[in-house]
């Protein structure tokens, strides 16, 4: 009985995962996320270092340095939450990331934290990116609901799925 199967889900939101200035991901001060060589998305301004889960789902990768994290939702969206630009070569250093591989997330589950301060002392921009690593494969659309002052679990964007 192939008529009575539940239709996919063809919308999804996502929340914001920090307080702070949600920028279009053109305005982004990093070619490789402004040129979107990385996928749709948006940035962030952050006002605060707390990071919180913008969607339901799984984390897929915490990269070793801690600053950056790859969730994935249930509808296989691929979500990158990368703290600040060119942080990587902090090794590190400012970040606290309190999950793990394989842990199941609901949106504003705490993902852990970074510090803004040091990060801006280090001479890297603060800038925050969420990616949408798979969106060629996965999404149609994206339409963003709120630009602006933002704060975290605030609904973001509405993605339109393939």
Do not use: C, W
Request: aromatic share 6%; glycine share 10%.
């Amino acid at each position: 009985m192939f008529f009575n199967k539940k239709k996919k889900k063809k919308e999804l939101t996502i929340y914001s995962p920090l307080n702070g200035e949600l920028i279009p991901l053109e305005e982004v001060p990093d070619p490789v996320f402004s040129q979107k060589m990385m996928g749709e998305g948006v940035g962030f301004i952050p006002t605060s270092g707390e990071v919180f889960s913008p969607i339901a789902g799984e984390v897929a990768q915490v990269f070793p340095t801690k600053h950056a994290v790859g969730l994935i939702t249930d509808e296989g969206v691929e979500v990158l939450l990368h703290l600040g630009l060119e942080t990587v070569e902090l090794k590190g250093e400012g970040f606290h990331i309190e999950v793990s591989e394989g842990d199941r997330l609901q949106v504003n589950d705490k993902i852990g934290d970074f510090d803004l301060a040091l990060i801006e002392e280090k001479g890297k921009k603060t800038t925050t990116v969420l990616a949408f690593t798979n969106f060629v494969d996965k999404i149609e659309e994206q339409a963003v609901a709120q630009k602006g002052k933002i704060e975290r679990g605030k609904e973001i964007i509405e993605l339109k799925l393939k």
